[in-house]
């Protein structure tokens, strides 16, 4: 399997969330791992960046974060050129979907979790 470098957008500290076991999940499955988030802090031996920075490379930025605060990372996410963005649930938006398939940007409406425990990452 090869290792696609993925940005959990919405990362947490908190191990109810779900972002925080995307990010544990990630890890062991051998992928290489960027993690923004509210708070500052440290996952599965990744740290949480708390302000948006430069990525290259990117293959994927998987989304826990609502419609509205998206909005704040719509440039940095189409700038960062992933392959595609997964929106978890909750985090559906429609207005999103069009602004990255117009920008040759795979959207992907789905559950990292399930992606992962089932090998469809």
Do not use: W
């Amino acid at each position: 399997m090869k290792s696609k470098k993925t940005l959990v957008i919405g990362a947490s500290t908190n191990p109810e969330r779900y972002s925080f076991r995307a990010v544990n999940m990630l890890v062991g499955k051998g992928h290489s791992v960027l993690a923004i988030g509210q708070k500052a802090g440290e996952v599965a031996g990744v740290k949480i960046q708390t302000k948006a920075m430069p990525v290259k490379n990117i293959d994927t930025i998987t989304l826990y974060l609502n419609p509205v605060r998206q909005r704040d990372y719509y440039n940095y996410i189409i700038e960062s050129h992933p392959k595609r963005v997964i929106f978890n649930p909750g985090t559906e938006n429609p207005e999103f979907y069009q602004l990255l398939e117009s920008n040759s940007i795979d959207v992907e409406v789905a559950c990292t979790l399930v992606l992962l425990a089932t090998n469809q990452y």
